[in-house]
């Protein structure tokens, strides 16, 4: 078979896949969002924000940031537990996730942290402890750097705010890397999350979930672009440091994901005044592994 067969015999083979599996066919229209029944959307500067909030007219004011590519839903249990607690609780899908709009831009910390900033200004909320989950935890430490004075207390759980990172040139995505994106990746993305468990065995619907993000138009491109703006957060977190905010850092005994060991020496130098938690029995989700043990440090310490 020459090249040219070979070629056409693959670009085939990659649209009957994409169509028998749905793969980026739903545009998050005017249309889409009517579908959604549940939740609120509010139309910030970049796009359409998909959010939840409860008890809104209470004061101590909970901000769920959920992490690379698990929408807010991540975030369920522990923000079910706030709202019945009495918290004022919200939470939100970032940008390129979720039921929130894939708008064709860079995917740059600055812009989810510019997000959340903006969504929390539309709901006339002032101050909050905001909890970062994984990639989150970058969220929450860009907007400490743009708005100090909109936090309260940050709380990172299996952060990867510490990784360091080579910085990109070219931070465009290309519409060849998004093809192969989506015929290397989408066929085995959904199940490889369960890799963020210790126990994959007690979660088996867990990857049907992730499933139907895979559905929506420009979720690969939103993936690759956030790799590709990864950058050093370095002088951001020696910043909160110094502004003596409460930090708390809070991993799983067994993350596989953010592995402890690789960052705790840049951890300690850039907070070396944190409250840090190691919740036991549990891997890059401790707040749904070990709901009892993270959720104990987080009301009656980190909330108290």
């Known amino acids: 078979m020459n090249l040219k067969k070979l070629f056409s015999l693959i670009i085939i083979t990659f649209f009957f896949s994409c169509s028998n599996h749905n793969y980026e066919s739903v545009i998050k229209d005017d249309s889409f969002r009517k579908t959604i029944k549940s939740g609120n959307f509010a139309e910030l500067s970049d796009g359409f924000t998909y ?28 923000y079910n537990t706030a709202k019945e607690k009495g918290f004022k609780v919200i939470k939100l899908d970032l940008f390129g996730r979720g039921f929130s709009d894939n708008p064709d831009l860079d995917y740059t910390d600055e812009l989810f942290a510019n ?16 909890l970062g989950l994984s990639n989150g935890g970058r969220v929450i430490s860009k907007l400490a750097d743009l708005k100090p004075n909109m936090v309260e207390k940050l709380v990172y759980v299996s952060a990867s705010s510490f990784n360091t990172h080579n910085e990109i040139v070219d ?7 998004i093809n192969e994106f989506i015929i290397s990746k989408y066929p085995t993305i959904s199940s490889g999350q369960l890799s963020d468990f210790k126990y994959p065995e007690n979660y088996p619907s867990w990857d049907d979930e992730y499933e139907e993000l895979l559905k929506f ?12 703006n990864h950058t050093n957060l370095d002088l951001e977190n020696k910043e909160i440091s110094d502004s003596n905010k409460k930090v708390y850092t809070i991993w799983g005994d067994s993350d596989s994901v953010i592995v402890y060991n690789n960052i705790k020496d840049k ?20 707040h749904i592994e070990n709901q009892i043990d993270f959720e104990k440090y987080l009301f009656d310490v980190v909330l108290k």
Do not use: C
């Open 171 to 177: 931070k465009s995505v290309s519409e060849k890397e």
């Open 267 to 286: 951890l300690n130098k850039l907070f070396p005044n944190r409250f840090e938690y190691t919740v036991p029995n549990s891997g890059h989700l401790p």
């Open 115 to 130: 997000q959340v900033i903006e969504l929390l200004q539309e709901l006339e909320i002032s101050k909050a402890t905001f």
């Open 217 to 228: 138009t420009g979720f690969a491109r939103a993936l690759i672009s956030t790799v590709k």
């Open 51 to 78: 959010y939840q909030i409860d008890n809104r007219f209470n004061e101590n004011t909970l901000v769920f940031i959920h992490g690379f590519s698990v929408p807010s839903y991540i975030w369920d249990k522990t």
